[in-house]
């Protein structure tokens, strides 16, 4: 069953990291310490969705003190890394959080994101995923991973679901407050 974004919003968004919020690659310096590079303006998309209730989940096969920083600073609470089978977590995230699978929203880039992106009511893949992977996604983004595909991927379901300007008042408001 898919998620009509014209009626409602996904009650959970869910995202990979590798290749979504970066560009896959992996980095090391001469000591061997591993560095990843994050779109700043990915940090938005996290920032709409919380101005919607909209919990955001990271799910990632790989398990990394930068995301884990990555996520604090986003004020992301939902971290599941190491992850082998990404629908079986999904399942038992939605199981604790009493949503169905069909009520969320997920974009992922490669092999093991195939079944979830499958299984999820919305699903995107950033524009560099292999073709393979990007025919088990209800759309294709026109961004690449690492090239702030996930605020790509947020505003067109706020878009789908006509809440972009709704969240852009919010926005304006929040800085009239700091002023």
Request: glycine share 8%; aromatic share 8%.
């Amino acid at each position: 069953m898919s998620l009509d974004l014209t009626r409602e919003l996904p009650a959970l968004v869910i995202t990979d990291i590798d290749g979504v919020w970066t560009d896959g690659g992996m980095y090391y310096d001469q000591s061997g310490n591993e560095w990843k590079k994050f779109n700043t303006s990915d940090s938005a998309g996290v920032l709409f969705l919380k101005y919607l209730g909209i919990p955001v989940a990271i799910m990632t096969g790989e398990k990394t003190a930068m995301v884990e920083r990555r996520a604090d600073k986003l004020g992301i609470d939902i971290v599941k890394q190491g992850v082998k089978n990404k629908l079986k977590c999904a399942q038992d995230l939605c199981h604790e959080l009493n949503i169905s699978l069909s009520k969320v929203a997920f974009i992922g880039d490669d092999l093991n994101d195939m079944q979830l992106l499958l299984a999820t009511g919305f699903s995107a893949t950033p524009a560099s995923a292999p073709k393979y992977v990007q025919q088990n996604a209800t759309t294709v983004l026109s961004k690449s991973g690492g090239e702030g595909v996930f605020r790509e991927f947020v505003e067109h379901m706020l878009q789908q679901s006509d809440n972009m300007n709704r969240v852009l008042e919010t926005y304006r408001k929040e800085l009239d407050l700091k002023q």
